[in-house]
């Protein structure tokens, strides 16, 4: 494709807002023709901050344009399978933010919708695009811990979200730990095929919503490598985001990022900053990246690698996790494909 290529962004509040303007500023071959959003004063302010597209407030007056070649869904999760399913209709290349929705039937069908119109859809893992992650997975996959033998991932957030967003999240394994389950999946080439989780509320508001706030979830691959993953919604000391990889011939391991590499040492010990600040902060570079990645493919016609399949296969890792802490047992998981036992 020698021309730009048109992207639409729909929904433009937080990520939204993040994505239109990394499109225009670091996305070479593409431009922001239009942004929707119901809130259309979110999408004017969106497209003045990327560089001047039409702002309008429904998703289908932009999905009726034929400038707009790909379309980046980033409005409230529960609007995502419908938008899908019309752009898919409409023909536009597919971004969209995870979780796909909460509900696996709703996904395949969206799915379906976007296998019968032969468009490129990717999911927004972000986190598979860290140059820090993404070169800690190559190094697992090129043997450099031989054999993985367990896994530990810590991500705990510097303070819970409001509680209005708690109740409609879906719950911390689908909102929160959702991003870790998609890792451990990245990260070792072996179907998952058990999930065991356990949780608990230490702040009453987030009880009294019916969700928990804290949590650990074993993974068992098929090859009996184990991983943990542990979630905080309150950490004192900021965004907490750890990985470790044990294996057969040594350990890997991605330590927090700093604002600053400088460390300070003094009569009362060695400090180290706060890590940055949260998600924005810290996965700033792979936001930028997973959307050059999606204009990349639907520049060249490749197939994007974060999937449909793969956020699918999220979100009946996390209803495993919900059942298991709800039920306190593991669940299985049939394959890494299909494990309706999960759903
Ligand atoms: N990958 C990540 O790291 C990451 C981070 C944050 C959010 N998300 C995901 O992105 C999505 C949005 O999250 P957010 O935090 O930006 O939410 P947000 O509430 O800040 O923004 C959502 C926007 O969508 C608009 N909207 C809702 N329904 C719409 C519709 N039918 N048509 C047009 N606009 C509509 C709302 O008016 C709002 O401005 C969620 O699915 C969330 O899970 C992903």
Known sequence: ????????????????????????????????VAIADRRVACARAAASASGGGDA??????????????????????????????????????????????HDLGRIRDALESVQRAGVLFQVGFNRRFDPDFKSLAVRVREGDVGEPHLLRISSRDPEPPPIDYIKVSGGLFMDMSIHDLDMAHFLVAEPIVEVFAAGSAHDP?????????????VLRYASGALCTIDNSRRAVYGYDQRIEVFGSRGCLSVPNRTPTGVDHWDERGQHRERPQHF???????????????????????????VSGQEGLHAVQLAHAARDSCAQNRPVRIATAAAHDDAA
Not at 1 to 30: W, Y
Not at 205 to 217: F, M, P
Not at 293 to 303: D, K, N, S, T, Y
Request: aromatic share 4%; proline share 3%; net charge neutral.
């Open 1 to 32: 494709m020698e021309r730009k290529l048109g992207v639409g962004v729909i929904g433009a509040g937080r990520i939204g807002m993040l994505h239109a303007q990394n499109l225009s500023r670091h996305v070479p071959g593409c431009r922001v």
């Open 279 to 305: 998600f924005m902060q810290r996965y700033r570079e792979s936001y930028v990246a997973e959307m050059q990645a999606f204009v990349e493919c639907v520049r060249l016609g490749r197939e994007p690698a």
């Open 56 to 101: 309008v407030a429904d998703p289908n007056a932009l999905l009726a344009r034929d400038d707009i070649h790909a379309v980046v869904i980033c409005s409230s999760t529960d609007t995502h399978t419908e938008i899908i399913r019309q752009a898919a209709n409409a023909g536009k290349h597919i971004f969209c933010e995870k979780p796909i929705d």
């Open 205 to 217: 508001a987030i009880g009294g919503a019916g969700d928990v706030d804290t949590a650990v979830v």
